[in-house]
């Protein structure tokens, strides 16, 4: 796994069960944005796909989760160049990586 919550706790100064605490916390949130792009996709609405992606990265912010960062990054600069087909793929990795915060709660 690339998310070390070690190294996070150890970046916010708390422990590893308060990090996994905040960690369930935005993880939440996040199936309801998921729920957004895929659809923003689907319909081709690259600005809302654009939108969906920021707000997953302000929820993410300062946790240094780079395999999301990455999706994310990807994802906005394919909505950003109206390429659906890029969309959905960097939208799967996404996911991915979101599930991963699911393994570690």
């Known amino acids: 796994m690339s ?3 070690g190294a996070i706790a150890s970046n916010f100064k708390c422990s590893v069960d308060d990090v996994k605490g905040m960690l369930g916390g935005i993880y939440a949130e996040l199936p309801n944005i998921v ?6 996709i689907e319909s081709n609405d690259c600005g809302s796909v ?6 997953i ?12 960062e990455s999706a994310i990054s990807a994802l906005v600069a394919s909505a950003n160049a109206n390429d659906q087909t890029a969309c ?3 939208f799967e990795s996404l ?3 979101i ?3 699911e393994g570690l709660l």
Request: hydrophobic fraction near 45%; glycine fraction near 0%; charged fraction near 15%.
């Open 3 to 5: 998310i070390d919550l």
């Open 35 to 40: 729920d957004i792009i895929s659809v923003s």
């Open 50 to 55: 654009v939108m969906a992606s920021d707000m």
């Open 57 to 68: 990265t302000s929820q993410i912010n300062h946790f240094n989760l780079t395999d999301i």
């Open 88 to 90: 959905v793929s960097h």
């Open 95 to 97: 996911k991915v990586a």
């Open 99 to 101: 599930n991963e915060i």
